[in-house]
Structure formats: structure tokens, C-alpha cells
């Protein structure tokens, strides 16, 4: 469903090690309307409720909801961190556009 780049598992492990995050909570991927291609991402630390997918990868879990998933489907959850550039990025195979910013997109 989500493959979790070794990138995007440190740099939770950081965050988790720095306080950011409780004991049982990781990172939530949501998808909302918004943004100006009609979708966006939203990252919070979240703890694992009812009907959540969980995927795991490189020690650490990711909460996806079943509606969030529906959307989200052959993903690809990665961290840069460049000169222009940086945080989570997800590669979307089922993303037909996006904003000129990359922040938002479209099915």
C-alpha cells in the first residue's frame, strides 16, 4: 500500500527521539480537500485508532485511514532534505495533477 523510504523511517526516529512524538503515537498521513489541485497531505502525530491501516517499514509504523488509503494506493512516503527542499514528500502514482508548488493535488 505505502512503501516507507530508510529516509523517512530515520527522520521519524529522530523526531520520536527528540520528544516529539508520545509512546504510541507515529505519523499520521491524512489526505483533506484543499489546496489548488483539490487534495492535499496532512502529517500529524497521531496514535492508531479503529479501521487505520498501519504500514511498517525500517522499525517504525505509519497510520493511514481506510479513506485517506483510497487515495493513497502504490505511495511512496520518502524525506528530503535539500538546498531548495525539505520534509516528507509522497510520490503518488494515483495523482493525476498537482499544484505548481507540489503541495496539492488532483485525482
Given at each position: 500500500m505505502l512503501e516507507i523510504t530508510e529516509a523517512a523511517a530515520n527522520k521519524l526516529k529522530e523526531y520520536t527521539k527528540a520528544g516529539s512524538s508520545e509512546?504510541?503515537?507515529?505519523?499520521?498521513?491524512?489526505?483533506?480537500?484543499?489546496?489548488?489541485?483539490?487534495?492535499?497531505?496532512?502529517?500529524?502525530?497521531?496514535?492508531?485508532?479503529?479501521?487505520?491501516l498501519v504500514e511498517k517499514a525500517h522499525g517504525i509504523s505509519?497510520?493511514?485511514d481506510p479513506k485517506t488509503s483510497l487515495y493513497m494506493a502504490g505511495s511512496r512516503l520518502d524525506f528530503v532534505?535539500?538546498?531548495?527542499?525539505s520534509g516528507f514528500k509522497?510520490?503518488?502514482?494515483?495523482?493525476t495533477n498537482s499544484c505548481g508548488c507540489g503541495e496539492s493535488f488532483g485525482v
Open positions: 509512546e504510541g503515537r507515529s505519523l499520521r498521513i491524512k489526505v483533506i480537500g484543499g489546496g489548488c489541485s483539490g487534495f492535499r497531505y496532512e502529517f500529524v502525530f497521531d496514535i492508531n485508532k479503529t479501521g487505520d505509519v497510520f493511514i532534505d535539500s538546498l531548495m527542499d509522497i510520490n503518488n502514482p494515483v495523482a
